[in-house]
């Protein structure tokens, strides 16, 4: 069949769907573009291949992000087009679809390379969210290059996160620790870092070229936690709809990062002490057995001594995730690192923002050396953010600042005061959750176009994750204005 393609400019994502049936080809095209996909089809391995090439060797051409391949394809199988894909790196990720779908053509695929499985019919939410974590897969393969060539030689602590001691002795360990298998914990307050280190970890291993898959315990459910790590069958429970590949097996032959794994419960906690003595799990509602070879760092914004004293996290699992613990400390802890990295901090923004913001005055400096960070590195990156939003010249100086960071004793402004009528207003007869709502309804709004609603961001600068912000979003019924989309551009 011919090849179809749509101009590649202003699309979310290009996007090569392999089916040999032409119209599932041409519906699911149709479907993708109304979302703003810019798509290609193509009948068969070799066409899709030759596309491919063509795409990531001529200089002129949009390189696909994404190839949606059927399995069952004449000629060639869409498994033998992923193993091709790999074998010439093409650079795109590959989602498989299949009418007849099996544990064991999702683990032949996710172990040669796709970032995922999806069974016809398709739901619509299932093709964007497949999609979605993708198009994340191929952003972050394409980090992980660009890592790769900036970190080439010796890892060097200045360069990704700061040069206090200590941190020169974190990496010191990153360098010791990165070879070999070994789990890894990491502890401190959120902020610090965790995750850079964890990816630092995974980029100096033999498995660098391998999955990288990071996930927030405590940003997912309970009831949906043990899903997301080790997969589902179809009709496990009520809405299990088709087989759902967990990130265990996605990170497969590479490494899975668990973060807050403080916030497990114990009957998670006891299926990862099993996962992680043997390497091996049951999706849910299945009883075949899958065996990984995946190497596990974690991380906790508690003392998990402390939750082990307090009967909340099991001595065995702690014992067994405890091999090489890495502390990193709270920003206020290490002061000189606050001027280099709100340096390289305003560098980015300003950048991304196309300003010419190139320093800070002495006394911005100083009110920035004096602030206590609660929320650590991230709060300082997003404060750096807001100043270089805010400056009105070349300099960030303490007007554009936060109050709190200016005057670190400062009482916030209580709400009545702001309100001068309140003191005489007649008292209306309410529950404290309704009267909170509309403030917190502004405030979410405020920032959620402050970010062009960019929902990772808003809840990154709130300090909370985006569970909680998509949860505080869907009960005051907060939607975007046909304004808001059109400024979100």
Known sequence: MSLRISPPKGSAGRVLIVDDDPIVADSLAEFLRGDGFDCATAGNAGEALALLQRASDDADTTPFDVALCDISLPGESGIELLREIRRQRLGCAVVMLTGYGTIESAVESLRLGASDYL???????????????????????AENRTLRSRLEGRLSASEVIGSDHRMARIFELVEAVA???????MCGESGTGKSLIAHAIHQRSPRHDKPYVEISCGSIPE???????????????????????????????????????????????????????ERRFE????????????????????????????????????YRINVVQI?????????????????????KHSADLGRQVVGFTPE?????????????????????????????????????????????????????????????????????DAALREPERRILLKALRANHWNRQKTAEQLGINRTTLYK?????DIEPTEDDIRDAG
């Open 472 to 476: 505080k979003l869907k009960a005051l």
């Open 327 to 347: 502390e990193l400390p709270p920003l206020r802890d290490r002061v000189s690192d606050i001027p280099l990295l709100a340096e390289r901090f305003l560098h």
């Open 283 to 318: 999706p849910v509602g299945s009883t075949q057995t899958i065996e990984v070879d995946v190497r596990v760092v974690l991380a906790s914004n508690q003392p998990l001594e402390q939750l082990v004293a307090d009967g909340r996290f099991r001595q065995d699992l702690y």
């Open 179 to 185: 070879p070999s298998k070994t789990t890894v914990l």
């Open 119 to 141: 069974v016809k019919p398709i739901v619509d939410a299932e093709i964007r969210s497949s999609l979605e974590r993708a198009l994340q897969q191929r952003a972050l393969l």
């Open 364 to 432: 911005a400096m100083k009110a920035l050396m004096g602030y206590r960070y609660p929320g650590n590195v991230r709060e300082l990156q997003n404060i750096i953010e807001r100043a270089a939003v805010l400056a009105k010249g070349q300099t960030i100086t303490p007007e554009d600042l936060p109050p709190q960071v200016v005057d670190p004793g400062r009482t916030p402004t209580p709400v009545s005061a702001t309100h001068a009528d309140d003191a005489e207003s007649p008292w209306e007869p309410m529950t404290l």
């Open 223 to 277: 009831t949906l936690l043990e899903s997301e790590l080790f997969g589902h069958v179809k009709g496990a429970f009520t809405g299990a709809h088709a087989d759902k590949v967990g990130r265990f097996l996605a990170a497969n032959t590479g490494t899975i990062f668990l973060d807050e794994i403080n916030s497990a419960s114990p009957g998670m906690q006891l299926k990862l002490l099993r996962v992680l003595q």
